[in-house]
């Protein structure tokens, strides 16, 4: 077996560190600020995030945005009825997020994957060159269709 070379390592180390920046980084701009505020009032510090016009904190006018932008989108897959109710809502208030806003995002990001990711595959598999194409072809299709060995 052969050993890592120098340059390796350093490369492996800089793609954890890349990894990790990046994850640390969607983790502050995603994470609830009302959390973080409850957070600071337990434990008795001073409020850091003041509130605004309208009781809002700041930065979060994007969230407000983004439900207005997904709205249409999310009413392909948004339930007709029962909605307040289900299991799904429950798990997304445990989670923090507990705008109505909350559900068109959600719903139009899993709109919006099940229709892109497909058709980002179906244009690589296309682009691959002949004998790529057919191997990969013989390996998705029992796959996909359930008659895998």
């Known amino acids: 077996m052969e050993t890592l070379q120098t340059m390796q390592v350093v490369l492996l180390i800089g793609l954890f560190a890349v990894v990790f920046a990046c ?16 957070i600071e009032q337990a434990g008795g510090a001073k409020v850091a995030a003041t509130a605004v016009s309208g009781g809002e904190l700041p930065g979060s006018g994007w969230i407000e945005k983004l439900a207005e932008i997904s709205e249409p989108i999310s009413k392909l897959s948004i339930p007709k009825e029962g909605w307040d109710q289900s299991a799904l809502r429950v798990r997304m208030m445990n ?3 507990r705008t109505p ?15 892109a990711l497909p058709l980002l595959a179906m244009s ?3 682009v691959l060159p002949g004998p790529a194409f057919i191997h990969i072809y013989r390996v ?5 269709t ?3 060995e």
Request: a positive charge; hydrophobic letters at 65%; proline letters at 4%.
């Open 23 to 38: 994850a640390f980084g969607a983790m502050l701009v995603f994470a609830p600020r009302d959390m973080r505020r409850r």
């Open 101 to 115: 806003a909350a559900a068109a995002v959600y719903f139009a990001a899993k709109t919006v994957l099940a229709i």
């Open 124 to 126: 690589w598999l296309v």
């Open 140 to 144: 998705l299709l029992p796959t996909m």
């Open 146 to 148: 359930g008659t895998a």
């Open 95 to 97: 989670a923090g997020w």
